[in-house]
């Protein structure tokens, strides 16, 4: 198995990797882009780079949900998804993405804001094209249910 998003210094680990996480096929997105550990710290850095993205927190609704909600949570509820929708062995336990965004008013510039930053991530743990791809088109999957319809 591959660990392509191990380049910023963490641990392989090898023959001693849990079990569980054996259960996804090799080809599965889940196992190229290097389990929960690699998309626990993309999903750590994408998420700091939203809290402090200008064109986020210009909408209201996103800076008061900067204050409320505990980012380690949701750092972890979107790790858990990601591991989920890309084949891992994780159950995500969330609400769904209409429920937990309809009252945010996420516009299109914002929507657009967040794209930049979660490309800027993926390139900075050099995810590769074809991941890259897939995993935007998972993200571009969920537009319809959290950008407000004008
Ligand atoms: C511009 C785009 C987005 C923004 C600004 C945004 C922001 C937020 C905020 C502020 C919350 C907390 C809401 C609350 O508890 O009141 C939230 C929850 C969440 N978001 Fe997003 N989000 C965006 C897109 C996405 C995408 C594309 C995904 C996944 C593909 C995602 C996954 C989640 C998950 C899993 C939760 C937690 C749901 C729960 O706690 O039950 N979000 N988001």
Not at 9 to 36: E, I, M, S
Not at 50 to 61: E, H, I, K, Q, S
Not at 66 to 81: D, I, M, N, S, T
Request: charged content about 20%; aromatic content about 6%; overall charge positive.
């Amino acid at each position: 198995m591959r660990m392509l998003l191990l380049t910023a210094g963490l641990v392989t680990f090898g023959a001693f990797r849990p079990a569980a996480a054996q259960l996804a096929p090799d080809t599965a997105l889940y196992n190229r882009l290097g389990g929960v550990y690699a998309i626990a710290t993309v999903v750590d850095d994408f998420i700091e780079r939203l809290l402090v993205n200008n064109t986020l927190n210009a909408n209201p609704r996103l800076a008061e949900a900067r204050a409320r909600v505990p980012k380690a949570g949701l750092k972890f509820q979107v790790a858990a998804l990601v591991c989920q929708v890309t084949g891992g062995p994780c159950t995500y336990t969330g609400r769904t993405m209409k429920a937990s965004h309809a009252h945010l008013n996420i516009n299109e510039e914002q929507w657009q804001a967040m794209l930049a930053d979660f490309r800027a991530t993926l390139n900075k743990f050099s995810v590769p094209a074809k991941e890259q791809g897939e995993l935007i088109g998972i993200v571009q999957s969920t537009k319809p249910d959290i950008v407000i319809a004008r």
